[in-house]
């Protein structure tokens, strides 16, 4: 099993900054896969971005996806953000398959609020 506990999302003008951050606690091998999702309100979830291949084309230049193993801890940095970037932000983990990975734990979900 494994634990998400994310914190750092909230409201900002646009063109201000947040950085979200996800403790990632329990199965080591349910962990070697971790990503960034977003669910805007009426939209499907979508992925912003993960570890094995960085950011999305959408929030290129303005996000940034890091990990600190020893902290056990995944950031998503966002700068310049923008109203459309408004939505519930998960972070996720899971297996790594042969050509994908498969997210089966997910936290809790933070807001990001962009007026």
């Known amino acids: 099993d494994v634990q998400l506990v994310e914190s750092g999302g909230g409201s900002v003008q646009a063109g201000g900054s947040l950085r979200l951050s996800c403790v990632v606690s329990g199965d080591p091998y349910s962990r070697l896969c971790t990503a960034w999702f977003r669910q805007a309100p009426g939209k499907e979830r979508e992925e912003v971005a993960t570890?094995?291949?960085g950011v999305v084309d959408s929030v290129k230049g303005r996000f940034a996806i890091s990990q600190d193993n020893v902290q056990n801890t995944l950031y998503l940095q966002m700068n310049s953000l923008k109203a459309e970037d408004t939505a519930m932000y998960y972070c996720a983990s899971g297996l790594r398959l042969p050509t994908r990975c498969r997210y089966d734990y997910w936290g809790q979900g933070t807001q990001v609020t962009v007026s």
């Open positions: 570890i094995r291949t």
